[in-house]
């Protein structure tokens, strides 16, 4: 069975950083396309960005420039690195999992970004 496991969230000022990572056990993780998800409060969960098992990435444009995602297979880990970050970055944070039927989410982790 798949885990995910999100940390790396908290509270930030804004124009700060913060570097999200996520675990995945029980599975071969290289085969995994990666995404990293956001759901604010009272708004539909969306896609942030994703990245490939060949390492193809995209980007929703309201990130372009100040998140960057990357992996690292040897570690199982998935990671989100956010910079600049703005009061509409605040969200929940998800990892997803997917390769063809297997489709695996983490419990999230809260990012808030206030002054």
């Known amino acids: 069975q798949v885990q995910v496991v999100e940390s790396g969230g908290g509270l930030v000022q804004p124009g700060g950083s913060l570097r999200l990572s996520c675990v995945v056990s029980g599975s071969i993780f290289s085969i995994y396309t990666m995404g990293w998800y956001r759901q604010a409060p009272g708004k539909q969960r969306e896609l942030v960005a994703k990245?490939?098992?060949?390492?193809?990435?995209n980007y929703i444009e309201s990130v372009k420039g100040r998140f960057t995602i990357s992996r690292d297979n040897a570690k199982n880990t998935v990671y989100l690195q956010m910079n600049s970050l703005k009061p509409e970055d605040t969200a929940v944070y998800l990892c997803n999992a997917k390769w063809y039927t297997t489709d695996s989410w983490g419990q999230g982790t809260q990012v808030t970004v206030s002054s």
């Open positions: 990245i490939t098992s060949d390492e193809r990435i």
